[in-house]
């Protein structure tokens, strides 16, 4: 019976393969989507040329680590027919392999309305970014500046993962 059921075994392999592969490449789209194709670099220089079109000020920057993927750890072998534990979630779900993240932290200053108008064509760059801890402070005064502070971050390809064949 082993030898009658080698053929529809071998053709559920070659399915899970074929399946297999489609999965990757269906993830190589995915990490093109959130990474882009332009360098990382160039999104302070995007935000720069923002900047300047709204008429709103960078008063602050600071850069913060780059951030690589690391794979998760091996998961430990079940004891005595025990359950294996459950992976963890990945930190940052956007984080893969071939894949980095650099965040900065900015504090700019304008009208309400050129800010606002500025993060509507920031979300519109060919790179994923992503904003968070916004914070806006304006001291209630007619034509008082805004003070808008946020956390950017870019995904891009790490350098490894560009000088690949």
């Given at each position: 019976t082993k030898r009658e059921d080698l053929p529809l075994i071998v053709?559920?392999?070659?399915q899970q393969q074929s399946?297999?592969?489609?999965a990757d490449q269906f993830q190589e789209k995915l990490v093109d989507l959130v990474a882009g194709t332009g360098q990382l670099r160039t999104?302070?220089?995007?935000?720069?040329?923002?900047t300047e079109r709204h008429n709103v000020q960078i008063t602050a920057l600071e850069l913060k680590p780059l951030v690589v993927y690391v794979p998760p750890p091996p998961s430990?072998?079940?004891?005595?027919?025990?359950?294996?534990?459950?992976?963890?979630?990945?930190?940052?779900?956007?984080?893969?392999?071939?894949?980095?993240?650099?965040?900065?932290m900015?504090?700019?200053?304008?009208?309400?309305?050129?800010?606002l108008l500025m993060l509507r064509e920031l979300e519109q760059l060919q790179v994923?970014?992503?904003?968070?801890?916004?914070?806006?402070?304006?001291?209630?005064?007619?034509?008082?500046?805004?003070?808008?502070?946020?956390?950017?971050s870019a995904y891009g390809r790490s350098e490894a993962a560009m000088q690949k064949p």
């Amino acid at each position: 019976t082993k030898r009658e059921d080698l053929p529809l075994i071998v053709q559920q392999l070659n399915q899970q393969q074929s399946e297999l592969r489609l999965a990757d490449q269906f993830q190589e789209k995915l990490v093109d989507l959130v990474a882009g194709t332009g360098q990382l670099r160039t999104v302070l220089a995007a935000m720069n040329s923002l900047t300047e079109r709204h008429n709103v000020q960078i008063t602050a920057l600071e850069l913060k680590p780059l951030v690589v993927y690391v794979p998760p750890p091996p998961s430990a072998d079940p004891a005595n027919g025990e359950d294996p534990p459950p992976v963890p979630p990945p930190s940052d779900p956007l984080l893969r392999p071939g894949l980095e993240k650099r965040s900065a932290m900015l504090s700019i200053e304008g009208s309400f309305p050129d800010l606002l108008l500025m993060l509507r064509e920031l979300e519109q760059l060919q790179v994923v970014v992503m904003t968070d801890d916004l914070s806006l402070l304006n001291n209630g005064t007619a034509g008082a500046p805004t003070q808008l502070s946020l956390s950017l971050s870019a995904y891009g390809r790490s350098e490894a993962a560009m000088q690949k064949p």
